[in-house]
């Protein structure tokens, strides 16, 4: 499973756009990009998953290079509760098994 | 629909003594899969089993066991517990043995401390 580096932790105002970076040099042809979100004390939240270019859902937008060696999680103007771990995940779609990182903490303040 | 359910939520043991932990998966998952997060970090696949058949297992020892009931639900012993045991024990599910990574549904975990 290729490795993937994010930043430990961020700091963000309410109602700002956060963007969360992950390199993953090490991408193969057939691996995904996922998100995941935890909460303290809870499982994992899977939030988006993209292949190439960029994905967009209702909670954030994934933007992808053409290389695919890094990708962006994007979250629109952010509120306390969107403070948590974010995992950015890097694998075969169809892996029995996902590896998370350390995650990045993002703290959201008033 | 009940989501992915563990129990006990809490759990405190001795160094040396042995563990049961619960999963139940949501209703017509056949697929658990058993992730231990220690404090700071990641969770780590240990186990993931379908239609009571182990399809994966990851780097633990073999104080670390599993299995999968007809229904579905699956149990993770540990025995010989050690003080780095302790952590966040989390169980997901999903519908097949392989899934899209959107597909796995994490319950809320059992904190296990080992003292």
């Known amino acids: 499973l290729a490795k993937t580096t994010q930043p430990i932790s961020m700091d963000s105002y309410e109602g700002q756009e956060v963007n969360i970076t992950c390199s993953h040099n090490n991408i193969a042809t057939n691996d995904y990009i996922t998100w995941y979100q935890q909460f303290p004390s809870q499982g994992p939240r899977f939030i988006i998953q993209?292949?190439?270019t960029k994905v967009t859902n209702e909670v954030a937008s994934l933007f992808i290079p053409a290389d695919r060696k890094s990708s962006t999680l994007s979250l629109p103007r952010v509120s306390l509760s969107d403070t948590a771990v974010y995992y950015c995940?890097?694998?075969?779609?169809?892996?029995?098994?996902?590896?998370f990182g350390t995650g990045t903490r993002l703290t959201v303040i008033p | 629909d009940a989501g992915v359910t563990q129990s006990p939520t809490h759990l405190i043991k001795t160094r040396g003594q042995q563990v049961t932990l619960r999963c139940s998966p949501i209703s017509g998952h056949k697929s658990v899969s058993w992730y231990q997060q220690v404090l700071g970090q990641g969770p780590q696949f240990i186990f993931q089993?379908?239609?009571?058949?182990?399809?994966g297992r990851g780097n633990f020892p073999d104080r670390f066991s599993a299995r999968q009931f007809p229904n579905y639900s699956s149990e993770l012993n540990v025995n010989a517990l050690l003080l780095g045991d302790s952590a966040l024990y989390l169980c997901a599910s999903s519908l097949a043995d392989w899934a899209s990574n959107y597909g796995y549904t994490f319950g809320s975990g059992t904190r296990l401390t080992v003292v």
């Open positions: 995940l890097v694998g075969l779609t169809g892996a029995n098994n996902l590896f």
């Open positions: 089993y379908y239609e009571k058949e182990e399809r």
């Open positions: 993209g292949y190439k």
